[in-house]
Nanobody, 123 residues
Framework: VQLQASGGGLVQAGGSLRLSCEAS????????MGWHRQTPGKERELVAV???????NYADSVKGRFTISGDNAKNTVYLQMNSLKPEDTAVYYC??????????????????WGQGTLVTVSS
């Protein structure tokens, strides 16, 4: 599975950015698509995730400011980030989780990461 992320960049505090991530090459259904972020010296943390049925979950730190959405037909997930703060500065990674039955009818589950896109919010 290949993930192509885009949309990062430099923005002033209070500004907005929109990230997108397109998944291709999966032979199993995509269950969840989401965004995580990481800063130097810290563990990668969940930002937001959306299930194939449209259910969403957000980190408390971004609730009310970020909106995750998905286009199942395009296997693409978006993250609209508004009211950005300097503490949102991080490398943002998209993630896709897939699962399904293989040819031997064994359950296969896997997660894939995108290459990361840098978001920098200046104060």
């Amino acid at each position: 599975v290949q993930l192509q992320a885009s949309g990062g960049g430099l923005v002033q505090a209070g500004g907005s950015l929109r990230l997108s991530c397109e998944a291709s090459g999966s032979i199993y259904p995509i269950n969840n698509m989401g965004w995580h972020r990481q800063t130097p010296g810290k563990e990668r943390e969940l930002v937001a995730v959306i299930g194939s049925g449209g259910n969403t979950n957000y980190a408390d730190s971004v609730k009310g400011r970020f909106t995750i959405s998905g286009d199942n037909a395009k296997n693409t997930v978006y993250l609209q980030m508004n009211s950005l703060k300097p503490e949102d500065t991080a490398v943002y990674y998209c993630r896709v989780d897939t699962s399904g039955l293989d040819q031997s009818e064994s359950w296969v589950a896997a997660g894939y990461w995108g290459q990361g896109t840098l978001v920098t919010v200046s104060s």
